[in-house]
């Protein structure tokens, strides 16, 4: 069995074998071509195929080429110097305003003025701006002034002005001389005498009282205090004004000729 099988095997591959080869086409048994000219036109650029075990192709020479021929030399002239302008100058920038104007002394007449009852704060605040005038150190001063306490001989608080006159005329009956009073508190009234000092009133109020005024008192009219005054020994019209519209350094003061 095993030996026919061998033998079937053996014509088998011996018919395919002359069937492939053409050997039985006369018998009509050709094989049939199988093409496919279409993948052929796809091919990309099949010369750059090389065969590793085939024959290699001759390689033609390789000629260079000519390198070309160097350009002529071109002779660029430098362009002429364009006239010279001179630019502009430009202005120096302005310094920026300040809030007070240096303010010049001129060639006018000048006098002795002066101004009191500052505080040690409003002093200071003055003395910067007279600086900023543009006013020397040696053009001003400050002097502390010390103002005792101040006491009377008081007659009043009255109602009204008719009650003040009335008083007026029994005081002149009595050949007593007075002053009116307008201070905060004490107006309006009399002060039959002004004294430094309390004691010093309280002894005058006695010898008012023996005169025959039986409706006076002693009364504080003004209180110990502490102030600053400004002296300008020599300032002209234009420094005074200037000096007087300060606004808030003045504190609503104003220059007096010195004394």
């Known amino acids: 069995m095993l030996k026919w099988a061998i033998w079937l095997l053996v014509l088998g591959n011996a018919g395919y074998f002359a069937w492939s080869q053409g050997y039985l086409d006369t018998l009509g048994l050709k094989p049939v071509e199988q093409r496919e000219p279409q993948r052929m036109a796809q091919q990309v ?5 090389r065969l590793l075990n ?3 192709p001759e390689t033609a020479p390789v000629v260079s080429a000519p390198a ?5 030399a071109v002779v660029v002239e430098p362009p002429l110097p364009a006239p010279s302008v001179s630019e502009p100058v430009a202005p120096a920038p302005a310094p920026p305003p300040s809030s007070t104007v240096a303010v010049a002394a001129g060639s006018g007449p000048r006098a002795c003025w002066q101004a009191g009852g500052f505080s040690n704060d409003q002093a200071e605040l003055l003395r910067a701006e007279l600086a900023l005038l543009g006013l020397p150190a040696s053009g001003f001063s400050f002097t502390e002034v ?17 009650q003040v006159d009335r008083k007026k005329d029994e005081l002149r009956a009595l050949g007593v001389s007075f002053r009116e009073i307008n201070a905060p508190g004490l107006a309006p009234g009399l002060a039959l005498g002004t004294y430094s000092t309390e ?10 009282e023996r005169g025959g005024i039986r409706t006076a008192k002693v009364a504080q009219e ?4 502490q102030s600053v005054t400004v002296r300008l ?3 002209t019209d234009t420094q005074r004004a200037a000096i007087d519209g300060l606004g808030e350094a003045m504190a609503g003061k104003r220059l007096q000729r010195c004394g």
């Open 233 to 235: 020994p020599a300032i």
């Open 45 to 49: 650029r099949p010369e750059t195929l």
């Open 222 to 225: 003004r209180a110990e205090s």
């Open 199 to 208: 004691a010093a009133a309280q002894q005058a109020l006695q010898q008012a």
């Open 68 to 72: 070309p021929e160097a350009p002529a």
């Open 54 to 56: 085939g024959p290699r």
């Open 146 to 162: 010390r103002s005792g306490g101040r006491w009377i001989v008081y007659m009043g608080r009255y109602d009204n002005q008719q």
